[in-house]
């Protein structure tokens, strides 16, 4: 089997044919924020990983339909083997970055050959493989489109298989993912699957592969898709995206994360086709996500019920679904569109999603994880949780924290972007030659970025710098010099002709701010958020001096940052302003003639931390919108 | 059998031996508001009902069940047996009324026989009778206490046979009833019902019957909940209310309509009993409930998922889930209260309960239902739909109509009392002899009742009037003076020897209002309601001249009311000022920084509408609070 580019290293989304932007060929992230999570994410979610899909009967499900082991069908749910998918290509992002010390490697690669072995011996002669269908519904494939997931499973081991192969070189698994993809295409006639996920992983195996079969069969399901063939079922056709075709949708709905994963098909195959109706599309419906249908944290969802978004501007703070795994579909979809466009906003989406609402889904410790990310508690929780019967998120999150490298930089024919800002190793090979910098910096935490060319050729070439749309201030200099050129449209490009040792510094001014909400949003009228930075702030009760609930911002009071090296793993604080609100005596009636008297009492400091955070110290009242009444 | 007591007539809840105040003898609605809807109860939705469950299925289950039929079980829910009794409730209050046209009752009671005759023979000889379990899981009996709702189902038939008997004075459907019964008290050992309802009926069962152990049972079932030995599944022990004893629970928690059956069952058996920890428990848990977990429409549950009361004030607008049976619950739960206390609060929940998140749930068609009443809506809808799969709504909303003479007023050994203002007879027979009274008022359109005693006896009695908490102000005559009594904690008591032709009249001023919400409900802050008497008011987007979404209202503006016999049946409008709200120009980010530049513009006039009349012309944006910046 031939693999195409043969020699593309560990990146994914490459090359992209009609792509303005691609990924790095070599990123290594070497401290911060992100590199201690990824170490959490390898030293403890990974391993534990193995451990969860043991005790919750990924694996056993598999032997089952593989013939060698006995017993009932672990748990109801017919997607169970994507768990394991998401974990495999967790392991492999991770063992792709070459950093774990010997003796877990080994342990790793076992892990790896073993399930590989399993579901090599767990694929029926015809390609067919789905624990599920094959154990409980042998006579039943790919009848349920609506709720097999069959497609979605296939979609996971695919992009396992890339990955797999990315990193070690072995087209083993390939050959399986391969296999069901052609027994997809043999068999699936005009459908496709209720949960989109597979049409952005045949667009990888495509690149993977070079065979355009995939990229066919992907764009087909894109197609097919929009003609409400599926059964409306509970939540109607807008629930899976079929009541209008991905062309002419104007608007996102459904299940956040559906949407999500059929809007990175969408882009992905836009990047390979170069078919502007896709574009335009994926474009559109961006937009409409983020103009009403996205919180502060960047998480997506606002319905429990239909895990689905809700009307415009509708986006309360308790019953915040914001899935983790919608998080994750977010960051990927804006990956892509930074890619087809260049446009810095589609960064701006990403950083915000990725340190906020997608960072909350697990505990500091790497073992317990949040589905739903409320921007409000009550007294009694949420807490994280160490794994889910419908455990999506938590592999989800691995393989996210393991492949964040490739989510930070990329390069054109010109040069090199940064569109993140993490400490680390970014090397890109241009018709010119290659070329390598340094990053160092203690971002998101603090403003000071620090660039160091370590490689470069003779040629001018053209670095780019993110400049982010909160970041009302900035400065850049280049060897000590200011540097004369402006941003443009988020972006501050230098083209020079580059030297080994040549230093950019660009400092990010990083004061807490107070953020307003759009006057649409019923759910936060009179209320204000803390921000910093990229990061969105909270107040969790334990911090707070009086109940949380009865502490009204002082909006015109200054907001301070502290340095807090003994928090929560070493954090940035931001101390505010309250006053402590005293209702009228109680009655047994909550609403009242207006105006209803209060009474806001003595001033009191309110502290703030990052939102990801949150609930790392127990559960408890959380805030991320402040009353200002 | 006996039944005692044996002329009791037709009401419900008598006698009480613990109650303050018990339900009058005989009340008859004559007019308004009400009346109309009893009316549309009676002409439409009560034989349309029967279509409706001979389409779902309903009666073919029970055929199943009795051996008559062949076929599939219809419907997976297990408590399709519960709107077939329900139906029969409401049909047997409709026939108690003896308002009915002869051709009419004929048609009514054959359905009655028969459906009396198809569950004689569809109850086995042991005495159980749920068509899904002896159909669908014959060797399940009293296993599934969580989800099988057997118990439910039993007390819906305990309801309906009850209503039965009061309204034939036949005992055959009560003789299949105490069968149920007794087989349950039999078999269930220690267990108890996932979906309380039973104890209510239990009560009611044993005022029928006067038989002990049916009070014994009720009981037993509320001492055995709330140790945790249901199993708490997905939403927790809480889900229905088994973590706590009734006695110590401090909190409504859980399933609405489940909590508020139970509630309902503990004020039943304290009213029998006298067992003052059931009745603290009753008002504590009453007070939590109305002081931060109720709409101000009286409706009840916060979330979708679980049909759940969410945290204290977490009260958002669209998401309310506020369930028609929620409502009817509650109704339910308040007037049980009102007995058993006398306190005036009680009935003026009963009261906005009743014309706002009761009335909702059934179109003016009287052939459409809501199973969720929220208080805003978007562009798309929701619409009132013609049934339901899971169709609990329908057949409660119409035992309510057609048994609202019930919920009106009381007596007490000193005389009668009115705690509704409804056009109509009513009369009781006090120990110094019969007394009977007329009121004559278009409430709640007018504030003008006026009541005239029709017989009386030779000794001094009282008549007892509510004067609403929503009422400020308020002028009372008698014959035509001023009475000189002041209300007392809500009641204006006039206790005189009362001659035939006296007539007091009562004004309750009903200027249209703002109320504003407790600055604790994060979904409200900065918004205002309309009210108008007992009715809350909304704005339909049809009738307003801009975007709703944009209208702000002007809260210094005068409100004005306008009669509207040609609308929604005959209404009174409310109109209010609203500017036009002009957000800057669109950003791809809805979040910004303080303070968001928004220009009011030009004023508008605002038509608001009785909330309950919403959704009658078509689905449309419905707003209940209205935004004032």
Redesign the interface.
């Known amino acids: 089997m031939s693999v195409h580019p043969p020699t593309s290293g560990p990146v994914q989304l490459g090359p992209g044919a009609h792509a303005v932007l691609r990924p790095v060929d070599g990123a290594v992230i070497t401290g911060g924020l992100l590199y201690e999570r990824r170490r959490t994410n390898a030293d403890v979610s990974i391993p534990d990983g193995h451990t969860r899909l043991v005790e919750a009967g990924n694996f056993h499900n598999l032997r089952l339909a593989a013939g060698t082991a006995d017993g009932a069908y672990r748990n109801t749910l017919p997607f169970l083997d994507s768990d394991l998918y998401k974990w495999l290509e967790a392991v492999a992002w991770l063992r792709s970055a070459g950093t774990v010390p010997a003796a877990e490697a080994t342990r790793l690669d076992g892990w790896v050959d073993d399930a590989v072995a399993l579901l090599t011996a767990a694929q029926q002669p015809d390609g067919y493989l789905q624990s599920y269908f094959q154990v409980v519904r042998p006579d039943e494939h790919f009848i349920d489109l609506e709720w097999g997931h069959e497609l979605y499973c296939a979609g996971h081991l695919i992009q396992a298989a890339v990955a797999h192969v990315r990193a070690t070189g072995r087209t083993d698994l390939l050959a399986v993912a391969t296999r069901v993809a052609d027994h997809i295409a043999d068999r699936i006639g005009p459908g496709f699957c209720g949960h989109p996920e597979i049409e952005t992983a045949l667009v990888e195996l495509y690149r993977a592969t070079g065979a355009d079969r995939h990229l066919a069969l992907a764009r087909q399901f894109l197609d097919a898709r929009g003609h409400r063939s599926l059964r409306a079922d509970r939540f109607g056709s807008e629930y899976w995206q079929d009541h209008l075709p991905v062309r002419t949708a104007d608007a996102v709905t459904g299940h956040a994360v559906r949407q999500l994963y059929l809007l990175a098909g969408v882009a992905d195959v836009y990047l390979e086709t170069g078919e502007t109706a896709l574009l335009d599309a994926a474009e559109r419906l961006w937009?409409d996500l983020?103009?009403?249908k996205?919180y502060?944290t960047g998480g997506l969802g606002a319905?429990?019920?239909d895990e689905a978004f809700?009307?415009?501007?509708?986006l309360?703070?308790?019953?915040a679904y914001a899935e983790t795994c919608a998080a994750i579909a977010s960051i990927q979809f804006s990956l892509r569109m930074l890619l087809a466009t260049g446009r810095a906003?589609y960064a701006?989406l990403l950083e915000r999603t990725l340190y906020n609402g997608f960072l909350s889904g697990v505990s500091l410790s790497g073992d317990h994880y949040f589905y739903a990310n409320p921007l409000?508690a009550?007294?009694?929780g949420p807490a994280r949780t160490r794994w889910f019967t419908c455990a999506c998120c938590p592999p989800n999150v691995m393989r996210l924290l393991a492949s964040a490298q490739h989510y930070l930089a990329a390069q054109d024919e010109n040069g090199l972007l940064l569109h993140q800002f993490v400490a680390g190793e970014y090397a890109v090979s241009l018709a010119a030659g290659p070329i390598a910098l340094r990053v160092e910096t203690d971002y998101p935490w603090h403003e000071e970025i620090n660039i160091h060319i370590g490689q470069s050729t003779d040629r001018p070439w053209t670095l780019t710098l993110r400049v982010p749309?909160w970041a009302t201030e900035y400065r850049a200099h280049l060897n000590g010099e200011p540097v004369a050129e402006q941003p443009v449209d988020g972006w501050l490009r230098i083209n020079r002709r580059w030297s080994v040792g040549d230093a950019v510094r660009l400092d990010l001014a990083m004061p807490a701010?107070?953020?307003?909400?759009?006057?649409?949003?019923?759910?936060?009228?009179?209320?204000?958020?803390i921000e910093r930075g990229p990061l969105v702030y909270c107040v969790e009760a334990l911090d707070q001096p009086h109940t949380l609930?009865?502490l009204v911002l002082d909006?015109d009071a200054p907001l301070t940052t502290g340095n807090r090296p003994d928090l929560l793993g070493g954090s940035v604080t931001v101390t505010a302003t309250a006053r402590v609100?005293t209702?009228e005596q109680?009655?047994?009636?909550?609403?009242?003639?207006?105006?209803?008297s209060?009474v806001l009492g003595k001033a009191v400091r309110l502290t703030a931390v990052p939102y990801h955070l949150w609930g790392n110290r127990g559960p408890g009242a959380m805030r991320v919108?402040l009353?200002t009444?």
């Open positions: 937009t983020v103009t009403s996205t502060l319905h429990h019920t809700g009307e415009a501007y509708e309360p703070s308790e019953r906003k701006d409000r009550g007294d009694g749309a701010r107070l953020t307003a909400p759009h006057p649409r949003v019923d759910a936060l009228r009179g209320s204000l958020a609930d009865d909006p609100r209702t109680e009655r047994w009636w909550p609403y009242g003639p207006t105006p209803v209060t919108w009353p009444s």
